[in-house]
């Protein structure tokens, strides 16, 4: 029987953080862009007994607080994974990233090195291309905090971004359903900060050297995202890391491949 999610929020500034059981080592599970708790939903409870999982929102994200200033960054959020280990009451923990949430955590773990016991690295954007995507992004960051009528409408016009992805369109729809907010002035808005497109994707490359941390980098066999030649750069790049390849998967892993993910996790950690 699998742990059930639980709810659990800071004061102001508000942090939220979701948690399946309370036995095991702790893990900390950081979403991507946009994204929020739920992408967790389907790794989490596979990851209990043995390790004690919990997942944040980013400021911006989900249900945590925006932030007044929108002056989204590494900083900031790097701030949320060390409030969330306060609040969490733990000393050292493992922490797995995907997507931003990856590039969050790295930087964490070079700032932070002694706190972590092992690092999970999950598909993320090692430096932005010139390429269609990159249109798209510009396009959408320059754009106004959207507003919608109802939930429903929502819900439909939901897509990934990336696209590809192996789950049912009912599914994604069922991800649309867990996204939104109220907006301020009536209607509905999707549950991040708009402003938090802002966001600049510096290469990753400095970074990764300065990890002293065991890491494992998980790559989307099928990512256009994390492509071959940047995730054998990232592993060579990053002292003594490990890799792997979950070959089904595009980009949102945690989503595409969830018990493959938590295999690959739990494999590499240590037994308690």
Known sequence: MTAPRSEWTSPAPRLHLARWGSSGAPILL??????????????????????????????????????????????????????????????????CGHSLGARVSMEYAARFPQRLSALILVDFLAERSRGTGEREFERARGMPQPVYPDVETMAKRFRLQPRATLLAPDRVEAIGRQSVRPAAGGGWTWNFDWKALRYVYEPVWPTLPKIRTPTLIVRGGRSTVFDRSAYERALALTPGARGVELAPAHHHVPLDTPRELAEAILSFLPPN
């Open 30 to 95: 950081a979403h991507g862009m946009a994204g929020s708790t739920h992408w967790w939903d389907d790794v989490a409870p596979l990851l209990t007994p043995g390790l004690s999982p919990a997942a944040l929102d980013f400021h911006g994200h989900g249900r945590s607080d925006w932030l007044p200033d929108g002056l989204y960054g590494s900083n900031a959020w790097t701030q949320d994974i060390e409030d969330a280990r306060r609040l969490l009451g733990v000393e050292r923990f493992v922490l």
